[in-house]
């Protein structure tokens, strides 16, 4: 079984759509993640979440939104889709507490045509 | 948030050690220095962590500096598939929420 799965895996859309990417994780963790990688391979945080807390990184435009159904899930939603959106973004879940490893999925790659 | 400095890219060959530098002057002392490794065309995956003492696991070893303001991941015997994007990140319970990846090290393994 994979621990943290994402869908789609690839995704290409027009700019101006509404899109989402779920991720799920069966590892039983309390924090999820979605980090955002563009064309230089820079890895950057977008979002960190538990059942308590929503952390979000100032840079990210609020056209962009997690939601969480449940602790399982952490699904990242998309409004008007930019060109500049295009990117493979990674969920990834980890147990509390900076010392614990984190589990990332395959990623998503979004292309905005 | 402190930062990593790392050397964009290395060459190493096939079943030598490789030591894998890291820099971060400005760590605080709840930071954790954990390393990461990218394959191509695949999710950032786990290499090691640690605080201040040095860590061995069945992966690699990572070597702290006594001041901690630097490290080493070290592979033992490189393979090929040990080329990567290798990435330090410093994560402490403050920063969790907030930390970034950096540009990494290219690992290139010849064989």
């Known amino acids: 079984d994979t621990a943290v799965s994402q869908t789609p895996k690839y995704l290409v859309t027009q700019m101006g759509n509404d899109k989402s990417i779920k991720c799920e994780q069966n590892?039983?963790?309390?924090?999820m993640y979605w980090y955002k990688q563009d064309s230089k391979k820079f890895l950057k945080i977008m979002f960190s979440?538990?059942?308590?807390?929503?952390?979000i990184n100032e840079t990210v435009p609020n056209r962009f939104s997690p939601k969480s159904p449940d602790k399982a899930h952490l699904n990242l939603h998309i409004n008007s889709l930019e060109l500049g959106d295009s990117a493979v973004y990674f969920c990834?879940?980890?147990?509390?507490?900076?010392?614990?490893?984190?589990?990332f999925g395959q990623g998503t790659r979004l292309t905005v045509v | 948030d402190a930062k990593t400095t790392q050397p964009n890219s290395m060459e190493s060959n096939e079943e030598e050690p490789v030591h894998l530098p890291c820099n971060h002057s400005?760590?605080?002392?709840?930071?954790?220095i954990h390393w990461y490794r990218q394959l191509p065309s695949q999710g950032p995956e786990y290499v090691i962590h640690?605080?201040?003492s040095n860590v061995n696991n069945r992966m690699a070893s990572l070597a702290i500096a006594e001041d901690r303001k630097s490290s080493t991941l070290i592979l033992h015997r490189a393979t090929l598939r040990d080329a990567a994007v290798y990435y330090c990140?410093?994560?402490?319970?403050?920063?969790?929420?907030?930390?970034?990846f950096g540009d990494g090290t290219t690992l290139t393994v010849k064989p």
């Open positions: 640690g605080l201040t």
């Open positions: 990140i410093l994560i402490s319970n403050t920063n969790a929420g907030k930390s970034t």
């Open positions: 990834a879940s980890s147990p509390p507490g900076s010392s614990r490893e984190a589990f």
């Open positions: 400005t760590i605080s002392g709840t930071d954790y």
């Open positions: 590892l039983g963790h309390d924090t």
């Open positions: 979440y538990n059942n308590k807390e929503l952390i």
